[in-house]
Each structure stands twice: as structure tokens, then as C-alpha cells.
T-cell receptor, first 116, second 117 residues
């Protein structure tokens, strides 16, 4: 296993369009997280799954955002009716419940979204 | 809610020298984890070092060590014998010790470290 992968790496879209990002976690990891990182800021938590259940959503996740993790494997993050303020790096991370001190989160390379 | 503050937006160090990055945090919890993550340019974030709040001993990983001051809520990272490959954005992060919905990481704004040859 080569780690957490995300697709696409870059996405340019026009305001008002819908976009969908995919995250493939490390295969044995049952927890999956989405974060958003804007320029000059640290990553901010968006949402978290344990297996297929979405257990927490940040207030940052407006109604235009939806995330899924069917069958507890890969996850998708969809943004509807994109706005220029959605431009950011979207990071995915995964961890194994019960594994290691602090249940270390392994991060993917991110998807950079630019909304024109 | 917990907050993490990194007061140094940028730092620079000469190759082979030592540099210390600062981090303070605010929490009402007694048990938690603290982390330093490294994010090289255009590359994914990797864990550098972690500290459990219940441990008094400071964590060390090769050239990386921390100075954890629980009462002062301070968690600094020391990089010894700096190498060109250490150049990156460094993020300090906090995570609650308890489970449930508290597995999320809370990050500071980061410190951009430049290593000069």
C-alpha cells in the first residue's frame, strides 16, 4: 500500500459548477477525515467517518457540501454550486482505530480547487 | 474549543545549526496529544513527532525533539543539525485524548522554515 491517495490533484472550475473529489485511504484504516486548507492557514477539520458512518461535521461544512464513504472504503466530497470562497486545498487523512499512540492520521497529497 | 497558536510565520536556519519553532495552545482538557507535522512544498503532510500530555518526558525522534511545558501550555519543536530537506511548513496540532467525536486535529497556522546552505 502506497498511502492515502486523492484524485484529482488539481481542479479548476467556474463558479456555480459542482465538483467531486475522491479519497482512497490506506486499506486497513477505518477512520477517514476531510480537512480544508486555505492559503496561509493550517488545515481545518470538515468531517470524519468511522467505517461508513459520518460521525461529525464541522460548521464549515455548509449545505452545499456533502461527503460519503460507501462501504467504508473510499470517500467522496462533493461541493455543489461552487463559490470563489471554496478555493482551497482539500486534504484527506486516514487512521486505524486502536492502532498506535494517538491513532496517527496519514495525509494524502490533497486536491487543490480553484473556483474562477 | 481548543486553539493552537504558532507565533512565528517564518523562520530561517543555517544548515547544520539548531532551530526552535514555537507553539502554544489553549485547552481545558487534562489529557490530549500534541503533534508536529511537516508539509514540504507540493508534498503531503507527514508526522514529525507526537507527545502525550500525561507523559512528563519530552518526545525525541532522531534530530527532532520537543519541549513540552504542560502548565504553560507550550509545545516547541527543536530541530538539531538542520538539513536542506528540513525546509518545509511546520504545523503544530492538538487532539483530544478521549474518543467519540474528538479524533479531529486542530492545527496552528504554521511556520515556514527555510534552511540556508
Amino acid at each position: 500500500d502506497t498511502g492515502v491517495s486523492q484524485d484529482p490533484r488539481h481542479k479548476i472550475t467556474k463558479r456555480g459548477q459542482n465538483v467531486t473529489f475522491r479519497c482512497d485511504p490506506i486499506s486497513e484504516h477505518n477512520r477517514l477525515y476531510w480537512y480544508r486548507q486555505t492559503l496561509g492557514q493550517g488545515p481545518e477539520f470538515l468531517t470524519y467517518f468511522q467505517n461508513e458512518a459520518q460521525l461529525e461535521k464541522s460548521r464549515l461544512l455548509s449545505d452545499r457540501f456533502s461527503a460519503e464513504r460507501p462501504k467504508g472504503s473510499f470517500s467522496t466530497l462533493e461541493i455543489q454550486r461552487t463559490e470563489q470562497g471554496d478555493s482551497a486545498m482539500y486534504l484527506c487523512a486516514s487512521s486505524y482505530a486502536g492502532g498506535g499512540l494517538g491513532n496517527e492520521q496519514f495525509f494524502g497529497p490533497g486536491t487543490r480547487l480553484t473556483v474562477l | 474549543a481548543q486553539t493552537v497558536t504558532q507565533s512565528q510565520p517564518e523562520m530561517s536556519v543555517q544548515e547544520a545549526e539548531t532551530v526552535t519553532l514555537s507553539c502554544t495552545y489553549d485547552t481545558s482538557e487534562s489529557d490530549y496529544y500534541l503533534f508536529w507535522y511537516k508539509q514540504p512544498p507540493s508534498r503531503q503532510m507527514i508526522l514529525v513527532i507526537r507527545q502525550e500530555a500525561y507523559k512528563q518526558q519530552n518526545a525525541t525522534e532522531n534530530r527532532f525533539s520537543v519541549n513540552f511545558q504542560k502548565a504553560a501550555k507550550s509545545f516547541s519543536l527543536k530541530i538539531s543539525d538542520s538539513q536542506l530537506g528540513d525546509a518545509a511548513m511546520y504545523f503544530c496540532a492538538y487532539r483530544s485524548y478521549s474518543g467519540g467525536s474528538n479524533y479531529k486535529l486542530t492545527f496552528g497556522k504554521g511556520t515556514l522554515l527555510t534552511v540556508n546552505p
